[in-house]
């Protein structure tokens, strides 16, 4: 399978904490996506890193990625109860998107 | 506001049943693609579509099919449902230009086959 994972599979923090999320792939990339997935909205995208990248910002979110070790993470700082949700990384591989297994995050108020 | 829309929230069919599932998008977006959604499995790609009357497969086809006559519309077609193809079925588009730009999904279907 050329799914990729996501580690940790879930996570709790508190209010205003930093949480991070780790990503890793298979395949080749031009790109690299971060998703969020709750049930108020459903699947949003959230950012988007290039190849030739290596960090990106938008807001509380920040991503990084090293296509050397094929891995990303994601950091939301000062979380929010509203953060609550999933979150998936999708590599772009030759054709198509592919979707990691996702971290479930929950932030407690 | 860009929109997806889906046929049906909830859906229950019986085994055997043929099934259909519509996607519509009014973005004039050249891809369409087909998810389905199983815990602790993600998101797996059935079909996609980079232009009208084209499809391609994607990792998880068998049992599927895939219809998409109108740019706007891609529907999802379950030939002979089974208990196994219950999941959740997410739509999604995105423009032309591979992996530079971001899918938009619908809010996805429920699908039980009994």
């Known amino acids: 399978s050329q799914q990729g994972e996501e580690d940790p599979q879930a996570l709790s923090i508190q209010e205003g904490e930093n949480a991070t999320m780790n990503c890793s792939y298979k395949?080749?990339?031009?790109?690299l996506q971060w998703y969020r997935q709750n049930s108020g909205r459903g699947l949003v995208h959230l950012i988007l890193i290039r190849s030739n990248e290596r960090e990106k910002h938008s807001g509380r979110l920040r991503v990084t990625l090293d296509t050397s070790k094929k891995s990303s993470s994601l950091l939301i700082t000062a979380s929010r109860a509203a953060d609550t949700a999933s979150y998936f990384c999708?590599?772009?591989?030759?054709?198509?998107?592919?979707f990691g297994t996702g971290t479930r995050l929950k932030v407690l108020a | 506001d860009v929109k997806v829309t889906q046929s049906s929230r909830y859906l229950v069919k019986r085994t055997g049943e043929k099934v259909f599932l519509e996607c519509v998008q009014d973005?004039?977006?050249?891809?369409m693609f087909w998810y389905r959604q199983d815990p602790g499995l993600g998101l797996r790609l059935i079909y996609f579509?980079?232009?009208?009357?084209?499809?391609e497969k994607g990792d998880i086809p068998e049992g599927y099919s895939v219809s998409r006559e109108k740019k706007e519309r891609f529907s999802l077609i379950l030939e002979s449902a089974s208990t196994n193809q219950t999941s959740m079925y997410l739509c999604?588009?995105?423009?032309?230009?591979?992996?530079?730009?971001?899918?938009?999904f619908g809010p996805g279907t429920r699908l039980t086959v009994l």
């Open positions: 395949t080749s990339i031009n790109n």
């Open positions: 973005m004039d977006h050249e891809n």
């Open positions: 999708v590599s772009l591989g030759t054709y198509k998107y592919i």
């Open positions: 999604a588009s995105s423009s032309s230009g591979w992996g530079y730009n971001e899918q938009f």
């Open positions: 579509s980079y232009d009208v009357k084209m499809k």
